[in-house]
């Protein structure tokens, strides 16, 4: 064990640490909800990206808004994995777990690897807060961390002294102190600090005395590193063989509202998104707000079923219509989502997963509306339904969504979830040619209710010659869209509506596998699974196991060669963050005897449960 219990002159001069050569590290920066650690860890991650390394982050936050201060319930983190090769997940085991209190500590220390590298505040282990966190004695000092390398620093104190000679209310000193850690850590690992300051100055532009204590914070942090002996090495990752491009971190939500964005730029329509401020989906409103775009419009609505009716009005105007909620906002949407598929009007609705049900633990992650998107509605409304598969894949999957929603004049629901919507990871910017237009000409054209060989209709816009329709929750005639009671009328019309959706297997990517065409087992995934399931596959192969990965980003239809896919393997595994919806539905389609590995814990899979899982199943 290695403790640093620095006099109240700072540390002292040391040899300079020796810099060793890694391929990836995974940082977890702890604490009270109160200490800043997403600010820090988005920082970390910035800084790591600009230098050029692949990154995959991990935020997690407290399932209580106000959860007690010092208390485990309260405790967050912001976890950083960053890496020279190309990564899929926020990685499973920690190098190195930085806390702000005991509370931090007790929640994470299980993470963190024999001989990591902790660092603490010191400052943060008082008997109150020891006792908040379950801890008889004080972990820095009795022992009990001898299995890694503490380096336990009165930060509070040292932060308060770096910007003393700033003239600041005692509660803005106080703010500063979560940027000394960030300064060890991005000397530990020979981060840059421009990126964290460059920020600090575009923050606080109007607040001369944040950027220098908040600089001053930040270097002292850097300098306690560097100076203090105790961390004898430091680390070096070198920077990713990226393929070439542009490159910037975003996050889920951020690739989701450039999607938005650029579907709006490439229609001849314009976009409404429409709102309602409810965790974790309020984050997409916020940032269309935030960084408002000219063919965008954004609208707060009173409630979510509010806001997809909205949307539903925008698309029966002739514009794009797209809204975003979470599971229970899905529940109250249900109404809204048959009218647009009796009115076949194209909108998009963005569905944020959160472990339910009810309210259940609104900040942590889950799969479990599946079933709910796919069947959630009353009498027979089948509609598209799409999952992105990292946070970057949000961009493409807005743009895959509108254009299937135009083609086949349907809503579709895009699933999403907490760790997709708040995980960071290295994006490669398109260029304007590489974003495709949204071809509009064949719903756009059409005489009156005139439907298309796949029996979809025109998307007749109120005041267009010839293309009057009625709208409306009351069953429609096939032929001239008036409201009708007909028996067999209503059957043709579920089929037809049932047809039209199906016949899009047809025109969608189909399903591809990582690994060996027919081999001992495939392991299907949707969503978020795909990066622990991805790195587990290829893991596994490694090892010499026949295994392969088959990834479905078209959950409703599913890709016309799915069946064909599946019958080629001789086991199939479906790992969800739910009690195994997608695996039911595989083995009620296509008759196969799928086994399902589930976890609900409002946490992602790592990629050791599915490696074991992998090699169990192989098992001779």
Not at 24 to 29: G, I, L, P, Q, T
Not at 325 to 346: D, F, H, I, K, W
């Amino acid at each position: 064990m290695m403790a640093v219990v620095p006099s109240s002159s700072g540390p002292t001069p040391s040899a300079r640490a020796k810099i060793e050569d890694l391929a990836a590290a995974v940082v977890r920066f702890a604490g009270d909800a109160s200490d800043g650690m997403q600010l820090v860890g988005a920082q970390f991650t910035s800084g790591s990206a600009s230098h050029g390394n692949a990154v995959f982050t991990l935020p997690d936050l407290p399932a209580e808004i106000r959860a007690p201060a010092g208390t485990l319930a309260g405790a967050c983190g912001f976890q950083v994995h960053v890496s020279s090769q190309p990564i899929h997940t926020p990685g499973d085991v920690l190098h190195t777990l930085v806390v702000m209190n005991p509370a931090s500590l007790r929640a994470n220390l299980n993470d963190l690897e024999p001989g990591g590298i902790l660092i603490a505040n010191a400052d943060a282990f008082t008997p109150d807060e020891l006792a908040k966190a379950g801890y008889r004695s004080n972990p820095l000092q009795d022992g009990s961390l001898g299995a890694y390398r503490l380096l336990a620093a009165t930060m509070t104190q040292f932060s308060l002294a770096a910007v003393a000679p700033v003239n600041l209310i005692p509660r803005e000193a106080n703010r500063c102190k979560d940027f000394f850690p960030l300064g060890i850590v991005c000397w530990l690992y020979d981060r840059p600090l421009e990126p964290t300051l460059k920020w600090i100055r575009e923050t606080y532009v109007k607040n001369p005395a944040m950027i220098e204590a908040n600089t001053r914070t930040l270097k002292a942090g850097y300098h306690y590193g560097e100076m203090s002996g105790q961390l004898p090495t430091r680390y070096r990752i070198a920077k990713a063989a990226l393929p070439a491009g542009r490159y910037r971190s975003v996050t889920g939500i951020e690739s989701l509202a450039l999607g938005i964005a650029a579907a709006a730029e490439q229609s001849p329509r314009p976009l409404i998104f429409a709102g309602f401020p409810a965790p974790p989906a309020s984050e997409l409103l916020h940032e269309l707000f935030d960084k408002p775009h000219a063919n965008v419009k954004v609208v707060q609505a009173e409630d979510d079923s509010a806001a997809l009716n909205l949307a539903i009005g925008a698309a029966f105007g002739g514009a794009l219509g797209a809204t975003a909620t979470s599971g229970p906002g899905l529940v109250l949407q249900s109404e809204a989502l048959g009218l647009a598929v009796m009115s076949e009007l194209p909108c998009i609705v963005i569905d944020v997963q959160r472990a339910g049900p009810s309210n259940g633990m609104p900040t942590k992650t889950e799969q479990a509306d599946l079933l709910q998107a796919l069947f959630g509605r009353n009498g027979e409304s089948p509609l598209i339904v799409l999952a992105p598969a990292t946070p970057a894949d949000g961009f493409a999957i807005v743009l895959e969504a509108v254009r299937l929603a135009v083609r086949s004049m349907s809503p579709v629901i895009i699933l999403s979830d907490v760790h997709l919507a708040n995980s960071a990871e290295a994006w490669r910017v398109p260029s304007v040619a590489e974003v495709p237009a949204i071809d509009m000409a064949q719903a756009l054209q059409g005489e009156l209710l005139s439907r298309d060989e796949r029996g979809v209709r025109p998307w007749a816009i109120p005041g267009t010659p010839g293309l009057e329709h009625r709208t409306g929750g009351l069953e429609k005639d096939a032929r001239t869209g008036n409201v009708s009671y007909e028996a067999l009328n209503h059957e043709q019309m579920v089929r037809l509506r049932a047809a039209k959706i199906a016949s899009l297997a047809d025109e969608i990517a189909p399903l591809e596998t990582h690994g060996p065409i027919s081999s001992d087992l495939l392991v299907v995934g949707w969503g978020s699974t795909f990066g622990a399931i991805r790195d587990a596959v290829t893991r596994c192969q490694a090892k010499g196991l026949r295994v392969a990965h088959a990834h479905v980003r078209h959950l409703h239809p599913l890709p016309s060669n799915t069946g064909a896919v599946l019958k080629r393997y001789r086991k199939i595994l479906v790992p969800e963050l739910n009690a195994g919806q997608l695996c039911r539905l595989l083995r009620a389609e296509y008759l196969v005897d799928a086994m399902s590995l589930s976890k609900v814990q409002g946490q992602p899979f790592l990629v050791s449960e599915i490696a074991q899982k992998i090699e169990a199943m192989l098992a001779p």
